[in-house]
Structures are given as C-alpha cells and as structure tokens.
C-alpha cells in the first residue's frame, strides 16, 4: 500500500461492488460474499423480477446449483421439467399441423445427473439466491443506480475504482471505493457504454418476439412438453411452466420483413389469435394470461468483457442472442463463477492477478460459439426434419463410434444437444487448462488413455464414501468453496500403495504447491473441518479402486490425505456406462484400475490437469509445475531454477 | 340422524380429535386435514421435541414422506444416512475391539428407492408436519390434556364421542363432541388406562437405557457410522447424527441383573467414562453433550387398539421395545396411515363401518411381528458373528435362490433387513387384501406368474409420463389422497387395444365400482384435476408397454383412463433388476408384457387385488366383486345377486 493514498473512510471500502441483481450478479455475489469478501450490490429495480423472464436451468446449471446447495430451494417450487422436444410442422395432408418428431434435450450420449431442463419462474430463482446473500450479510440496495465511476492508482491503491451510486428518484447518493467493479445490468448496461466498449451482431438479423404466460384449455397433445412449431400462418415455441403454466414465444416481425420495424408490435389478442391458427386442427383457450411482452432482440457480443481487469461485465451486458436458445440464465451463471474464482484466487493472495484477463478470454469464446449455435440451430431445422432413425442414432451411448461417420445432421444435434445441456462449454488452452504448450511439462501429463480433457467438465461418477458407507456423487462432493479440487484417483490400494505414499510425502514438502498456501489460522482449525484443513485454496479427495470394507483410512489414506477423512472414498458402485468396469469411477476417467491417477479440477468444475500416479516426486513435480504456471509463488524444481 | 339427538354448539364438533403430537398423531392430523376433515388436536407439551429422541427413518417412511411431499423439507435439514451397520467385537489379541464385519441396512436384494436410514432430530420432524398441517387449517393446541371421554349412542349421533379437555395448568377447560377419538400420547397413555385395555410384555426382560447426544472427538474410525460395540467392559451401541453429533446408547442395567432396580441409573460422567472404556484402544472425548436421558423400557404390546371402533389407540401406546430396532417412528406413521385412510373411506361415504376393524387387526399383527424380530435380532449376534461370506450372501439380489438353500443365518438377516428397512410388513388376508378366501371369486384374480402380493408394498418402477416426457417413479405418482390406486398395466397398446377397450367401457357402466362413487361437485371439477377428476376414492394411471412416441393419449387410452392425462405412462425405462425386459415395469410386475393386467393399490401403498386384463367384461368384474367385499354398495353382478 502506498503511504501517499487519501486516507478513505474505510465503511465506504468494499471488495466488489456489483451493479444488477439480474443471476449474473447474483451468482457473482452469493460466490463472493460467501467466501468473505465485502460487496455492494445495487439494483435499479425496487423488488425482484415478478412476473414473466422465466429462464430455464440447464443440467449442467442444476449440477452447479447443487452444489452451490441452492438446488432443492428451487425445486421446492416444483418447475416444469422438459425431458424432451417435440417438432410440429405443416402436415402432409395440407390441413393443421403434425408432430415430425421428438428428440430427448439431453439424450444419453450425454453423461447428465439431471437430464432436462428446469423451467420457472425468474424471481422464484432470484429470491433463492437473495435469501443466501442475507445469510452471508450482503443485502441488495434498492432501488439504486450508478452514475459514475473511475480507476485511479490501481497499482499503490487498494481500492482503485470509485464508484457514484445514487437512488432512481435521486434523493440520496453515496459514493464508494472498490477492488472491482462489476456491470450485470443487462443489454443495455451503463457501464459498458461509459468504458466505450461496442457490440458486435454476428448475425445481422433483428427479430421481434412477443411472449405469453397463461393458463390455458386445449386439446393441443403436447402442451406440456417443450415444441417448436412451424405452421403455414406463423411459427411458436411452446414452453410448459410450473402451476399448469405455459409460455408461448411468438416471432412477430424480422428485419428481413418488407415493412419491418423495431417497433412494430402485437396486441395480446392479436397474438392469441394468431396462436389459434397456428395450432389448428387443435384448439386453445387461455383461462388467465399472467404477463405479456414484445422485445426487440438481435445477437449481440460485447467486444470486451473488461479494459483493465477491475471494472468487468457479464451476463446480457455481454452477450444477447434469441430466447430460443434459453441460454440467458446459464451462461450468465457461468460469467460470474468463472470470475468469481478468479478473483477470490487474485485476493487471496494465491494467483497472479494474470488470471483474470482468462476471464474475458475464456468466456468470450463461449458466448461466441454459443451464438454461432444459435445460428446453426435456426438453420438445423429450416432445411429439413430429421427422420426418427437419425434422432435414435444421434441419440443413443455410442462410445466407440468414430466422429467421421457421423452425417452433418448427428453431428449437429450432438452439437446442439451439448449446447442445450450445458455441457458443450470447453475452454481453451491457457495457463489453467493445460496443453502440451503449457509451461508444465512432464511425461506424467495427460497419460495415455484418460478420457478427461483439461478445459472441459470433470466427469460424474458414483462411489461410496469410506467414513459412513453414503453412496454419494463424487463431482458434487467438495461445495463451491472456491478451492482447486484434487481427485487422486489410487488405484489399488495394496499394490499402488509406495505411489500414494509418495505423493502424501512431496505434498507436504516445503516447497510444494500444497505446502506454500497453508492458511493463516491453521492452529485455530478444528478437527471437524472437512474440506479446507489446511489451505482455502486446495481441497483433497482420495478414491480408491477397492470395495469399501477393503479400506482403512488411517492405514491407506496417509498423511494430508487422511486428514481429509470425509474425502476418502471406495470407488466401487457399478456404472452402467462400464458395466464391466472393477472400478467403475477410475474407467469413466480413462484411469488404470491399479495405478489410479491425479486429476485437478478448477474451483468452477473444469478440469485444469492430468497426471499419472508414480512412485517418486513425479507426480507432485508435475502438480508444482501446473500451479506454477499461475499461483505468486513457484515449487519444486521450477522454484530451484529460478 | 336421529331427530331426538340434542342440539350441540357445532363449533364443539369435530371429525376427530387427537391427543398427543409426536409422530402417530401428527401423521394421522395432516392426513385428515388434508382430507378435509375438522380435527381437534392437543399435546400437553408447551413446544414440539426440543431435544433428544432422535428416529430413524426408515427407507419405507421415506417413501412415504416424498409421497406426502414433505421428504425434502426433512432432508434440507442435512440428515445422517446410514447405510451400513459395523459390528464391533472384543478383539482376538484380548486387547481392545476390532470390526468383525458390516452389513448393508437395505441391501440391493430389497429393491428401495432410498436404501438407507435418515437420522434426525424429532423435532425438526415434527415441525415439518406441524407447518403442513397449519397450510391445512390445524393448529395444535398446547399444552391441553385430556380428562375424559365417552361415546354414547353410536349408531345414533353423529358426534357421539364427547371428550374433556383441560389446559395443563388447569386454567381452562372445553367439552368437544367427536366422530373418533385417537388416543397417540406415549406408553403412558390415558385413554388406555380409562379403557382398562391391558399390555402384555413378549420378553419379559426389562432394560434400563443411557442414551447421549453430543459432539466427539475420536481416533474411533466407525463413528459416522450406526455401530453396535461389544466389549468385555459393556455393550454400546453408536448412531450418527446430523450437524456432526453423534448418540450413543448404552445398556445401564437389565431385570436379568442381580443388583437389578427399574430406577438404577448413571450419571453422564459415568456413561462417558463407560463409553472410553469400551472404546479401547480408541480414545474418546466430548466437546459438548446436547442431551443425556436414562429411561427403562421393556417391549410391550396392548391387547386392544380400539374397543369400539370410535376411540382408537396408536403409535408407543399400543407398542413399545428397545431403542435399537429404531423402529418407534416407522411404526407410529404406518399405524396413523392406516388408521386415517379407513376413517376417510367411512366418513366419505365409500366403505363400511366394517374396514375400521382392519386397523387393529393389521397394525397389531405388524407390533407382534416387530417384537418377534426384536428378540431374534439381538439372538442372532449373541450366537456368533456372520462369517462374511455370509453376510455377502444375503446381500446380494438372488431372484432365483429358494429359500430354503439358505441357512438360517441369511434367512435371519434378510428378515431383520426388510423389517429394519420397512418392507417387512405385510397384511394378512381380510376384506381389502385378496386371497382365495376372498369374496371376489374370479378365475382373473392374481394372475400366474405376479409378483406382486396382496397385503405388500407396491413395487417400485421408472416408467416415462406421456404428457411431458418426464422420467417418473410409478409408485409416488399419485399422492397420499386417501384414494385407491387402480394401475393398469395395459400391456401392448395395438395388440392389447380391445381389452384396454372393454376395461375402459365397462369401468364406467352405472352398476361399477367406479362410476357409483362419482363426487359430488362433478359439474365443478376443473380440467386441470390430475388425480381426481371423477371420484374422491378412485385414481387410475395407465401403463403402457411401449416407447413413448409411440403411444397417443387420444387414440390409446380411451375414456375414463384418458381423463387421466397426466396419468398414462410409457414403460421404456431400463432396469438393472429386470435388464433384458422390454417393459421392465410390467416385468417387475410380473405382469406379461402384451396383456398386462391390473393392480389395485390401496391408498396406504399395500397392494389389494391384482387381476388379469381381458377382453370383454371379466376384468371390471373382478374389480366389482372386489369392491363389494367393502364398499357401501354392490357392483356388477355382486349387485345383480342381491
């Protein structure tokens, strides 16, 4: 800290100060207010969404709920689940409409816990949200606006970014000082527009959509499954909601029309009536209409995502495509936990503020491809129905099918199917997610046969927890905690045992990565403690290729892994993706059954590295290397050769 | 109504009034509020369970919990699960215990959606409940007791149970007028005494038990997991608890003692220093004792649990035993359950008077079942521990295996599995549980090759829902709604096409079961009723075996079964105990995959009658002449005969 720094009121000092309480924001701040850290958060609307914006959750958004601990509050409201959808298209007879076909919104090819896609309400899923921030005393301030903001002296200032907030009717205003700043206002943010950063539309075409929540009566077969519909008067997607709810979107007018206008518009009436043509030979009756709106919508990417890697942005401020695609919410999630980690890593004092700039990097091309999606997706269905014998082939487990004789049509709803789930995001090579370029080099890396990818999510499995005989999930063991994950997967634990030995010794060595981020109240720690005994940035999970009763934690588990006795775990729960798997867990991995193997998984769930499991200092070695390529401290050889 | 009956204040009247809010009167008020019955309910405690008498809640009750849907409010209380129980043992050396096996509680050869025990405090249970069933209008009345009672003129008054009530402190008191009275206040039970009902004690031993909760820090490795301790220093027996408690139980003294005193107790220090001794050579220390109680307790069961059919007696006031079956809960909820169905089938017009003499003749056979168990479960380890060959053995699934194959041991064990798990019970036959003795003669009538048996569980299956392509459990689709549950497994839909015809033609001909109990407010039901669009007692969900795009509501499941919509299933889910079935539902059945046939579930989950599906009217026949075994009319040709 400088000593020439203005001496600040320190009340007005916050870590974050987040700016719309939209789910990118709020994610930002549940994630940052629980790992401690001090946020302002502000929101220019005076209560949570009420009606209308209903988002779905994708499965890959429901793993992430969970285990943020969130998920059964918002199942409580009892969603809509679409398992999967139907296509309606003119049909051959030239009268009304006929279902072509259905497909599954997650088929198996897709490893899911939760193989749909969860649909409710907005503000349900924002006051789940809101009721956690007050549990870790971050409170929205309502409602309130910013209108300014400055980054001075980021290097001697602590608090670099000062911000003017201000209530809407401009009675009060108060300005603050922040490490970050943080812009989840939506399409049309403020901050984005001040910091001059533009936005380019990949696709050039603006559509105006009108959409309508109701109750209706209709004899219509698949009213509660999620369709799309494609009629000789017009198309509609249908969306089933909780409380016998329905959504349908309507597209109401393109830029491609001849008389198009942005503002061209429809009347409720002159949408429900249009959606009783469409649906012929059906009828449809709406009993009550709970929320009607027409919006302007493009596809849009933010050029940047930051400047200067204090003040940020994310969520619609970054990225708007069509509600077709029902990727809002997700992605939005999935901006703000990636910046999250990010920087409580930078705070914490245990990564270079380097990583940050993987923020715009890594999420930019997410949202591009998720556009380029959109795109395809559109277009998927505009040339022709697929034939039922595609959609089963698409959509069936085929592991040992090569890519290559896939046609375009599987390959693109594989495609989408991993886009609509949530598990289609893969992020790029970097200093997190190791390559063969990476700075970590060592032979261990990446061993033959693993069927994890560095950049991707880590794979699910079932196995038995040692200390209490639970049957658990082991992807959603270790809580959002902010904390690198380390499976050592064990192999055997008789044969393998001097390689686990091993390991427990070099990790504690001085000059390991484990060793250099012990926390600061490590004698304050008590022995209930299960997942950051020794460091905040580091949680240990062990999984042996054995039955349960065949191991002992304090005779197989040594040293730091032992300490993590909750972590222990048999893998021994029969998968029926490797129905003949010994190991089930150790095969979906691509891990030998004997000699195991160590995967890091970052904080939000990507895998960052592989490494085989040897006897020797090998294997902490290339864990020492992969931190050294990002954390403020070096280890091991990589330390001795600076 | 007798016009002589005397004028009473209605604001006294109720459909019941229960006394004692522990789980047996909970389970029976929120079922009965539910229903829409007026319910008095007091409990002379000032405040539900505060601390202490911790259930499990077994696998069964789990069930039974989602089906009311109040599972998840329980499990959001972070539950201990215990999924296998370790048997501790002196060890060969003399020195200290040593493990010499574990068992799973539920292991895969009974086949349970949640195949463990939950652990949790009484309270937080007791307060789920309780919020549900203010949402139904029920507010317990606290601390009220009850003074007297008396029923007079049965046959004549509508209310013919008076009942005093007192406020414990003596400050108030009311005179109610009641349809039934439930006496579910605890082993001391008032109304038991008033009717000079007796308790006769199976084992005649009595038991003295020191039970603790607290926090521990221990070397112990099993202390996550339920344990029963032998040591030559004492016997313990250790439960895990939530918020990392645990609660150990430990024998203080039995009647088969020389120095034998009901009143002998022990003070905490001592059972603490008892409990290290028998820990040896693990240590163990206490960071915080929440609850220490001595209680004696021996196994009871009353000789009545009604006298009358008016007053009845429930849960530890008709049935007492040892701690360590953890069976008190389970046993409270399914008598409440079984008790509440019957009354609603009475007082809604469907069944004869005559049903309510099934309570005590089903749930007293179930105590004494209990009790047998009881006495054999603490026999069967005092002879010697199961070799575990023998223990994997009994676990594992053996379809094929004869019964008599297995030794006495494994027989033994999957016993104390099912009764520990909840799947033990099963009804004797009588009017609602079918055998040959059955009024309802039919060659239909439980069709070769079932597996399904009157008087037991329903069995679990995933089945598709057509509707909205959900992947459901077949056996929570319908909720506790006091309803019979009519499954028709409708086997093929082409091939089967004229028998699901005849069924659904004949269901509503005037003179069947179905159409004789139409609701009253018939003309108000709204489209949107799911289960029971035409009658309060009946809910019919159609199965068929067929993919689900294949099947079309409209043109497969004809009249009253299409009403249903949200009620017909596709049986296209695979199931690893069924793997090569093409309709593992129908196959877990044991129903033929191109007939099918039809189950009738009684509203408490125990299956009533299975029966053939035929063409023409064999079918609804046999449904008719079973119901008329019952029900206030007659069916069919029952009703032709009379």
Redesign the interface.
């Known amino acids: 800290m400088s000593p020439a720094l203005v001496c600040q009121d320190v009340s007005h000092n916050y870590d974050v100060v987040i700016v719309g309480a939209g789910p990118v924001g709020l994610m930002l701040s549940t994630c940052l207010s629980r790992w401690g850290y001090r946020v302002k958060h502000i929101d220019n609307r005076p209560e949570p969404t009420a009606t209308g914006r209903a988002d779905g959750i994708q499965p890959r958004s429901l793993d992430l709920l969970r285990n943020m601990g969130l998920k059964?509050a918002i199942?409580?409201h009892k969603p809509?689940?679409?398992?999967?959808v139907a296509f309606w298209d003119p049909s051959e007879s030239g009268k009304g409409i006929a279902r072509t076909g259905?497909w599954a919104s997650c088929p198996n090819f897709i490893d899911a816990r939760y193989p749909?896609t969860t649909l409710l309400h907005q503000g349900h899923i924002e006051r789940v949200f809101i009721a956690d921030l007050e549990k870790n005393g971050t409170r929205i301030q309502r409602p309130w606006t910013i209108t300014g903001f400055q980054t001075r002296n980021p290097e001697t200032s602590e608090y670099p970014v000062q911000v003017e907030l201000e209530h809407v009717n401009g009675t009060e205003k108060e300005t603050v000082y922040a490490k970050y700043l943080f812009g989840g206002e939506g399409a049309r943010s403020f901050i984005r527009q001040q910091l001059n950063i533009g936005v380019q539309h990949k696709d050039p075409i603006a559509y105006v959509w009108g959409v309508m929540d109701g109750?209706v009566?209709t004899?219509f077969?698949d009213i509660?499954?999620k369709c799309t519909i494609r009629s000789p008067h017009g198309s509609i997607m249908v969306i089933?909601r909780e409380d016998?709810m329905v959504r349908l979107y309507i597209q109401i007018a393109s830029s491609t029309d001849p008389d198009w206008s942005p503002r061209r518009t429809a009347t409720e009436a002159e949408v429900q009536a249009s959606a009783k043509k469409i649906l012929q030979p059906y009828s449809i009756e709406w009993e009550h209409v709970e929320w009607y709106s027409v919006y302007p919508i493009g596809q849009g990417i933010s050029d940047r995502y930051t400047l200067d890697e204090r003040v940020f942005l994310g969520g619609d401020a970054c990225h708007t495509h069509s509600p077709k695609a029902g990727q809002g919410m997700n992605t939005a999630f999935l901006d703000a936990l990636n910046l999250a980690w990010k920087i409580h890593a930078v705070e914490g004092g245990f990564a270079n503020r380097e990583i940050l700039k993987t923020y715009e990097s890594e999420r930019k091309a997410v949202a591009q491809s998720l556009l380029d999606f959109d795109n395809r997706y559109a277009k998927l269905f505009s040339q022709r129905p697929p034939a039922?014998s595609e959609v089963q082939a698409a959509s069936e487990v085929t592991p040992d099918a090569h890519q290559d004789t896939e046609n375009a049509f599987i390959k693109t709803f594989k495609e989408s199917c991993e886009f609509t789930s949530g598990y289609g995001v893969s992020y790029q090579p970097n200093a997190l997610n190791w390559s063969p370029d990476h700075p970590a080099q060592s032979s261990l890396m990446q061993p033959k046969g693993t069927k994890l990818q560095s950049g991707r999510l880590f794979v699910i499995a079932d196995v038995?927890r040692v200390?209490?005989?639970?049957?658990v999930h082991l992807e959603q063991e270790i809580p959002l905690n902010g904390s690198f994950r380390i499976f050592i997967f064990a192999g055997d634990p008789v044969k393998n045992r001097a390689a686990v030995r091993d390991l427990a010794d070099h990790l504690i060595n001085a000059s390991s990565f484990y060793a250099a981020y012990i926390r600061p109240d490590i004698d304050e720690v008590s022995?209930?403690e299960k997942h950051n005994p020794h460091s905040l940035f580091f949680t240990l999970c062990t999984i042996f290729a054995a039955k349960?009763?065949c191991i002992?934690?304090?005779r197989d588990a040594p040293g730091a892994l032992g300490r993590y006795r909750d972590h222990v775990y048999a893998d021994d729960r029969?998968d029926?993706r490797v129905p003949d798997a010994r190991a089930p867990a150790h095969a979906k991995m691509g891990l030998d059954e004997e000699r195991g193997g160590v995967v890091v998984v970052r904080p939000d769930g990507y895998v960052g590295m592989v490494a085989a499991l040897v006897e020797g200092s090998g294997t902490v070695d290339a864990l020492n290397a992969y931190f050294s390529a990002f954390c403020t401290k070096k280890f091991g050889s990589v330390a001795a050769q600076l």
Do not use: C, G, L
Request: aromatic share 8%.
């Open positions: 059964s199942m409580a809509a689940r679409v398992y999967e259905t749909f109750v009566n004899d077969p509660k499954m089933p016998n039922t038995t200390v209490d005989a639970n049957v022995h209930h349960r009763h002992e934690i304090q029969w029926r």
